[in-house]
């Protein structure tokens, strides 16, 4: 008989596991506590406006290609990847703006527009981060971190490329002006790194982005969830939505089984959990028979910021605004350091405006536009969330107002809100983290949550909290990991696939 496989959580790493084990032969359930695929890449719909939960950026569709090239599929087939142009526009506090992406040239002569004496220092930023991405994702990103002495192995060369810099630090000795460092430093925010302390092996971003360029699917993201839903169904994969894991059976270092809120019991050779890992061990196997995540271990880690998302749809379209805007505000390392350090978040916020609607209309009614925009915040380690949550969504519309949206308050036709409360209770991350765990030098790699768990041969990790990362490119590079260890562990498995 063929060895059973759990997935727990259908976010892209979930379903991307989901995918490669059926490729490798296994019998495969797919178990997600939501009633809709996708776990932060689902969808909300409210008068005729679509809205993506999270994920907007696809900055490496190749990995989307490969899921369905496993089966002999070709992705156009099921969805339409369209590039977006510019990748982003950047809006300054002194109102200037750069605008981001296309050829090279085209940022050279962005960037001579706003500091002449940067353009060859961006050369020279851009020649450095393929460097870092020729080690960091082409030969690091798919390949398990579960040995200490492999990851010994690899810095060497992370010292030769001075990975031991932070992201800000990179960019500052290669940019002059402080506002094009501000705009080539915030790779590490979308995921959920602090720039001025993360390594600048996230600096490989740039090249990542340069190499494939940023893409949207038409229809939203949801459209691409429905896609890599369809693949499933085609191959084989029982997919069961509103279904709650309330435990992971154990015994004798093996992970035995599933128990569901709806009283059922699931046996499995294999679990994958595509959930929150600091969640997963603290809520989902009994402490005693945790010997490396114990309790303790989890609360002393570093967690990611928490994020404020305003949703809105607007009664006219603002023509003017790109697919993707970053806005920064006054302050920069003031801001970031405060909110990591779970300080207040302020009134100077820097925001991520989303408007699909400048590459789809259809996501949203004829003549209107789509929107959410993001702040980043303390997660919910600070306790006074509530308290100020009404002033955070005040201040976030007075900067659109103030900056971008004129008149946004008199246009709003719907409006509502997701915060780090509702990443806590509808996905299950720990202290309302936007990311799991922050991805500083002592929490990334070996440090980080293993893809395979030290302490239960046969229970894997895919997503956000382990490695390589979070961020989209990060939890499918995940699942590739997933699929190297399950080569590892169950050579005798493979077959032709469905």
Known sequence: MKKQVIVIGSGFGGIASALRA????????????LDQLGGRAQTFQQEGFVFDAGP??????????????????????????????????????????????????????????????????????????????????????????????????????????????????????????????????????????????????????????RRWGVHYPRGGTGALVEALAKLMQEVGIDVQLAQDVEKIHVEDNIAKAVSL???????????????????????????????????????????????????????????????????????????????????????????????????????????KDTFYVLAPVPNLQRDDWESVKAGVKERVLDILEERILPNLRDNLEVCFDFDPADFQSQYKSQWGAGFSIAPIFTQSAFFRFHNRSEDFSNLYFVGAGTHPGAGVPGVLSSAKVIENLLLQDHPANRETSP
């Open 22 to 33: 059926r490729k490798l032969g296994f019998e495969v359930t797919l178990l997600e506590r």
């Open 261 to 367: 809120a709806d009283g059922r019991t699931l046996t499995a050779d294999i679990i994958i959990s595509n959930g929150d890992p600091a969640h997963t061990y603290k809520n989902l196997i009994a402490q005693e028979q945790r010997k490396t995540w114990t309790d303790k271990r989890i609360d002393k880690l570093k967690y990611s910021m928490g994020l404020y998302v305003l949703y809105f749809g607007t009664n006219k379209k603002y023509e003017s605004v790109e697919h993707h805007t970053i806005v920064f505000g006054d302050e920069y390392q003031t801001l970031l350091q405060r909110i990591f350090a779970g300080g207040e978040a302020g009134d100077d916020l820097s925001l991520y405006l989303h408007r699909p609607t400048a590459t789809d209309p259809n996501l949203a009614p004829e003549g």
């Open 56 to 209: 907007t950026v696809i900055t490496a569709p190749f990995l989307f290609n490969e899921l369905f090239e496993l089966f002999d599929r070709d992705i156009a087939d099921y969805v339409d990847m369209m590039p977006v142009t510019p990748w982003y526009r950047y809006e300054f506090n002194d109102g200037t703006h750069l605008n981001y992406g296309g050829s090279v040239e085209d940022t050279l002569t962005e960037i001579s527009r706003i500091n002449p004496e940067d353009a060859e220092g961006y050369k020279k930023l851009l020649a450095h981060s393929e460097k870092i991405f020729d080690v960091g994702f082409t030969q690091l990103a798919h390949v398990p971190f579960n040995n200490f002495w492999f990851m010994l192995k690899q810095v060497p060369d992370l010292i030769r490329l001075g990975c031991y810099r932070t992201v800000w630090q990179f960019t500052k000795r290669y940019l002059k002006d402080d506002r094009l460092r501000r705009a080539f430093s915030i790779q590490p925010l979308l995921v959920g790194g602090n720039p001025f302390t993360t390594t600048s092996i996230y600096s490989l971003i740039h090249y990542l982005e």
